[in-house]
Structure formats: structure tokens, C-alpha cells
């Protein structure tokens, strides 16, 4: 995505002086330890709590480098910076709520989904609920999300505004800078049970995405590894403990017919 592009100097000084070499299965396993990229920053899937990474996909990613052998190692920067530093060898696994897209697919390599979910309407006006209520409206997504190219389609959406982080755009909406914001479903949820009292509104879902950690493109034998102790993970019965401490459900994707 161009996005990630213009971002690319954020990567680095984020990252740290000292590059790291784009690492095979191998060379990952002989060393031990998995370097893993987040956000930080969008609850409940990836945050701070005392100055400590937490959320749902940090535990599922903690859990999958244990079930590889792996000692999983954190680096949090900003959403748009997580693509490219795979592409410049800066870690081996990002995972910070990607949607699987074709764009994306040329940029990295997809692992299996860790979950499902998608963008769901949030507004302080009740009225607004639906992909026809956003007729004419303007609307807040979290730059280099899915959310912006897929609110431009919407039949009669008045403009678009990218924000930095999902607190940004959720901060313009409760100053009524926009007039509603599309996030992620169960982010959504969170806002609400967070802060209930706030006058935020949970509207309609408006797009189905399927989201999967990445590795650089071509690192076919690492996201395949990944994959399979995602999967140990499902059926040993700690994904749906995890998910259910977050969620009070079991978000893994249906299976594929």
C-alpha cells in the first residue's frame, strides 16, 4: 500500500539503530526467539497496561511462539510502519489486526486468520446506524486500515478523514469533528463497555474481513509454522480461553467450505 510507503522512515526510527537480517524458519528457531511487531495501541487486541504489551492478539501471538519452541520478543510502533519493517527485515512476524486483502498480498505473506471480524458504524447519533445512514456524512477511519478504501464505496459517503490512530478518530467523533467513525466490531464493543456513559452509538457492521499476522513475502516456511501452531493452539483449547477472557466468545473464523 502507498501508505506503508510514506511511513517507511517512521519504521526505522522506530525499530532501532541496528537492522536485523530477514530470517528463515531456521534461522529463527536456531536462534530461539521470535521477534514479534504490534501497534500498542488498539484495544483489545494490542495495548499498553503498565507500560506492559497486552490484548488478545499479544496473548495468541505469546501462546503460538511457545507452541513453536520460540521465545516470542515485542516491538510496539505506529500501524502504518508494521508492513514495511517486514519488508525491511526489521522483524519476523507482525500481527496487529490486518485484514487479509489482494493489495496487502503483494506487499507480505499471509499467515492463517487468528480471527474474524469488520468495520462496524460508531456515531453519538442513534439515527446513524447503517451503510445508507452514512449518505452524505463525513466519516473517521485510523489511517492504513482496510476501513478507508471501504467506506469510499459506499453509496454516497461525503468524505473520508484519515486519522493517525483509532483514539484520534474516536476523539474527533466525541467532538463531533465527524459525523460517525467505522472501527473494528469488537473495538466498538470495548469503547462501549469502557465508557458507556460517553454517548456513543454501535451501529450496523458494514464489511467482513478475515485478519491474519504477516511475515515478510515469500517466508512461506515461517507463516506456515506460524499457522500450525495457531492451529495446536485452537484445538488444545487455550485460543478460546483467551478469546473468551477478551470477548466472552470464541472469535476464530468459520471454517472454509
Not at 522506530?14 to 521470535?34: E, I, M, Q, S
Not at 478475515?210 to 506460524?226: F, H
Request: glycine share 6%; proline share 4%; aromatic share 8%.
Amino acid at each position: 500500500m502507498n501508505i506503508l510507503q510514506t511511513f517507511a522512515l517512521v519504521a526505522l526510527l522506530c525499530a532501532g539503530a541496528t537492522p536485523l537480517a530477514a530470517r528463515p524458519l531456521d534461522a529463527v528457531r536456531k536462534d530461539g526467539t521470535l521477534l514479534l511487531a504490534t501497534e500498542g495501541q488498539y484495544a483489545p487486541f494490542n495495548y499498553f497496561k503498565d507500560q506492559q504489551l497486552a490484548g488478545f492478539e499479544v496473548e495468541v501471538a505469546e501462546l503460538v511462539a511457545r507452541k513453536m519452541g520460540l521465545r516470542p520478543q515485542w516491538k510496539a510502533l505506529g500501524f502504518d510502519a508494521l508492513l514495511t519493517g517486514l519488508q525491511q527485515d526489521r522483524w519476523d512476524v507482525a500481527i496487529a489486526s490486518h485484514a487479509i486483502t489482494d493489495e496487502r498480498a503483494k506487499a507480505v505473506t499471509f499467515t492463517a486468520p487468528h480471527y474474524c471480524s469488520g468495520g462496524t458504524v460508531v456515531s453519538m447519533n442513534p439515527a446513524l446506524r447503517s451503510a445508507r445512514d452514512l449518505a452524505g456524512k463525513l466519516i473517521a477511519v485510523q489511517t492504513g486500515t482496510t476501513y478507508a478504501a471501504e467506506v469510499r464505496r459506499l453509496p454516497g459517503v461525503k468524505s473520508v478523514k484519515n486519522f493517525p490512530s483509532d483514539s484520534d478518530a474516536r476523539s474527533a467523533l466525541a467532538s463531533r469533528r465527524v459525523d460517525a467513525m467505522v472501527t473494528d466490531r469488537f473495538v466498538a464493543k470495548e469503547l462501549l463497555r469502557k465508557s458507556p456513559n460517553a454517548g456513543f452509538h454501535i451501529g450496523d457492521r458494514v464489511t467482513t474481513e478475515r485478519i491474519a499476522a504477516a511475515v515478510k513475502l515469500g517466508n512461506t516456511a515461517l507463516a506456515d509454522a506460524w499457522s500450525q501452531a495457531l492451529q495446536a493452539v485452537m484445538d488444545d483449547g487455550s485460543y478460546a480461553q483467551v478469546s473468551q477472557k477478551y470477548f466472552q466468545e470464541d472469535i476464530r473464523c468459520p471454517a472454509q467450505p
